[in-house]
Nanobody, 121 residues
Framework: QVQLVESGGGSVQAGGSLRLSCAASGSIVGITDMGWYRQAPGQQRELVAS???????NYADSVKGRTTISRSNAKKTVYLEMASLKPEDTAVYYC???????????????WGQGTQVTVSS
């Protein structure tokens, strides 16, 4: 199957920056869209940013202008760089990759285990 392993979360003061990474491994034939979501306590999971195979990006309004999503197709990895972090960015961040595995007939979504980002004021 497929595993997504995230790294880069942690605690940071307001105004700081973080870089999250999410690497996929397994019997992967292809990957299309990649993205980052987050879920704060008591809140629904929300999209932070996404990127297509051709590099078209989409950002939530709340992070636009201070966040960059990028990908390495060779490394099967998606990155999220966040700057000017705010306490309201505190959440568990989950990566998502839409993957076609060996012997499968369609792409399906896979999720990372989540990484905590805590921003203190």
């Amino acid at each position: 199957q497929v595993q997504l392993v995230e790294s880069g979360g942690g605690s940071v003061q307001a105004g700081g920056s973080l870089r999250l990474s999410c690497a996929a491994s397994g019997s992967i034939v292809g990957i299309t869209d990649m993205g980052w979501y987050r879920q704060a306590p008591g809140q629904q999971r929300e999209l932070v940013a996404s990127i297509t195979t051709s590099g078209i990006t989409n950002y939530a309004d709340s992070v636009k202008g201070r966040t960059t999503i990028s990908r390495s197709n060779a490394k099967k990895t998606v990155y999220l760089e966040m700057a000017s972090l705010k306490p309201e960015d505190t959440a568990v961040y989950y990566c998502n990759q839409r993957v076609l595995i060996t012997d499968a007939w369609r792409y399906r979504d896979y999720w990372g285990q989540g990484t905590q980002v805590t921003v203190s004021s």
